[in-house]
């Protein structure tokens, strides 16, 4: 197959190109660098020739829901436009678990892009994920007053992004399913914890307070909204084992939770 992936150099599309390049796919990655412009629409139609899939992992840094939703509803329709023109025969987009229970922030723009996705004349489907056990290292990065490091309160039932990217590009292979089964982590976290934990991996012994966020959003986070339904797929590698295995990079941008999941 030949695939696009949107995003392919984010938090988890890094992981989908590898994936797909594993399986022994073509990729054409879709990024500014290699002369993108998912939200002018510069360069996509050419970038999607012969494309038989696009998967859709492009986040946003903002926390603001009139600018999520402005960035989503311009990439989406960018790539929904483009692939009809070029006869692309899959859309795959992945989305949040728990959104439309906390539609604002940064969810707001990631329920606007289903909504187009799902109105679309291109075949599709879209996976819900949780949050990434990159999550953590990206809260810790950005959560900060003045010298202090602080993590917001929050059940979370992280999974690993490379396997998000396993899970997308079996779905690509698979064909369109419309909305499936959400992905989340083998077991319920908490993402105060899980930076502490990260922060520690670092080498900081920092005092990290754990702060309850306001407003619905901040409600939706510490009463379990955005964990899983029971059909949810699980995936098997657990945040302590992520920690364990040494893979906690710097963050780079995307990950779903407002933080590219998930």
């Given at each position: 197959?030949?695939?696009?992936?949107?995003?392919?150099?984010?938090?988890?599309?890094?992981?989908?190109?590898?994936?797909?390049?594993?399986?022994?796919?073509?990729?054409?990655?879709?990024?500014?660098?290699?002369?993108?412009?998912?939200?002018?629409?510069?360069?996509?139609?050419?970038?999607?020739?012969?494309?038989?899939?696009?998967?859709?992992?492009?986040?946003v840094?903002?926390?603001?829901?009139?600018?999520?939703?402005?960035?989503?509803?311009?990439?989406?329709?960018?790539?929904?436009d483009?692939e009809?023109?070029?006869?692309?025969?899959?859309?795959?987009?992945?989305?949040?678990v728990?959104?439309?229970?906390?539609?604002?922030?940064?969810?707001?723009?990631?329920?606007?892009?289903?909504?187009?996705?799902?109105?679309?004349?291109?075949?599709?489907?879209?996976?819900?994920?949780?949050?990434?056990?990159?999550?953590?290292?990206?809260?810790?990065?950005?959560a900060?007053?003045?010298?202090?490091?602080?993590?917001?309160?929050?059940?979370?039932?992280?999974?690993?992004?490379?396997?998000?990217?396993?899970?997308?590009?079996?779905?690509?292979?698979?064909?369109?399913?419309?909305?499936?089964?959400?992905?989340?982590?083998?077991?319920?976290?908490?993402?105060?914890?899980?930076?502490?934990?990260?922060?520690?991996?670092?080498?900081?012994?920092?005092?990290?307070?754990?702060?309850?966020?306001?407003?619905?959003?901040?409600?939706?986070q510490?009463?379990?909204?955005?964990?899983?339904?029971?059909?949810a797929?699980?995936?098997?590698?657990?945040f302590?084992?992520?920690?364990a295995?040494?893979?906690?990079?710097?963050?780079?941008?995307?990950?779903?939770?407002?933080?590219?999941?998930?």
């Open positions: 197959m030949k695939i696009a992936v949107a995003g392919g150099t984010g938090q988890v599309g890094a992981h989908v190109v590898d994936v797909a390049r594993e399986r022994g796919h073509q990729v054409v990655v879709l990024t500014r660098g290699r002369g993108v412009d998912l939200v002018a629409g510069q360069g996509v139609a050419n970038a999607l020739t012969g494309v038989d899939a696009v998967i859709d992992v492009t986040s840094s903002t926390l603001d829901g009139e600018e999520s939703t402005a960035f989503f509803e311009a990439v989406t329709r960018t790539l929904l483009a009809l023109a070029a006869g692309t025969g899959h859309h795959l987009a992945l989305s949040i728990g959104i439309d229970r906390a539609p604002e922030g940064y969810y707001a723009g990631k329920v606007a892009q289903e909504r187009l996705v799902e109105a679309g004349d291109v075949p599709w489907t879209i996976l819900r994920a949780t949050q990434f056990h990159e999550f953590a290292a990206q809260i810790y990065d950005r900060t007053v003045g010298p202090f490091h602080i993590a917001p309160r929050m059940r979370t039932q992280p999974i690993a992004a490379r396997e998000v990217a396993e899970h997308l590009v079996g779905l690509a292979e698979d064909g369109p399913g419309g909305r499936v089964p959400e992905l989340a982590g083998p077991r319920e976290e908490s993402l105060v914890a899980m930076v502490r934990g990260y922060a520690r991996a670092r080498g900081s012994r920092a005092w990290i307070p754990g702060i309850p966020l306001p407003g619905a959003g901040g409600r939706a510490r009463d379990g909204s955005l964990l899983p339904g029971p059909g797929m699980l995936g098997s590698q657990t302590a084992e992520w920690l295995a040494g893979i906690a990079p710097p963050s780079r941008g995307g990950a779903a939770g407002g933080g590219e999941a998930g």
